[in-house]
């Protein structure tokens, strides 16, 4: 059962993220409109509260989880290189120079 929840990717890209971002506070507006209007018509701000509350439950259901929409771009990373600089002693190395622009 642990390898279960261990399969499960834990991860977002970053056009993922801004995805994630954009429908957060559409969800979020477009429910504080829609309760707003409705909580001035019904003359109850309860209604627009709740109303609100839900859709924030919805965003968090739709943008919390890493569903696979949001994974569409993985990033490469580099391959892993040998650890030849560690042999080097610090008074080793050249010190960098920075010219002046």
Same mark, same amino acid.
């Given at each position: 059962?642990? #390898? $279960? ?24 507006? &477009? %429910? *504080? ?18 109303? &609100?509350?839900?859709?924030? *439950? ?6 919390? /989880? ?13 391959? &892993? ?5 560690? #042999? =080097? @002693? /610090?008074?080793?190395?050249?010190? =960098?120079?920075? $010219? @002046? %622009?």
């Amino acid at each position: 059962m642990l #390898d $279960t929840f261990r399969s499960i990717p834990t991860q977002m890209d970053y056009k993922g993220q801004k995805l994630a971002e954009q429908i957060f506070q559409g969800i979020i507006l &477009v %429910s *504080a409109v829609i309760g707003f209007i409705y909580g001035y018509i019904t003359e109850q701000f309860g209604w627009t509260v709740y109303i &609100v509350m839900a859709g924030f *439950a919805l965003s968090c259901l739709l943008t919390l /989880p890493p569903w696979p929409m949001y994974r569409r771009n993985p990033l490469k990373w580099l391959p &892993v290189q040998e650890l030849g600089t560690e #042999d =080097k @002693k /610090p008074a080793d190395r050249k010190p =960098k120079r920075h $010219t @002046k %622009s």
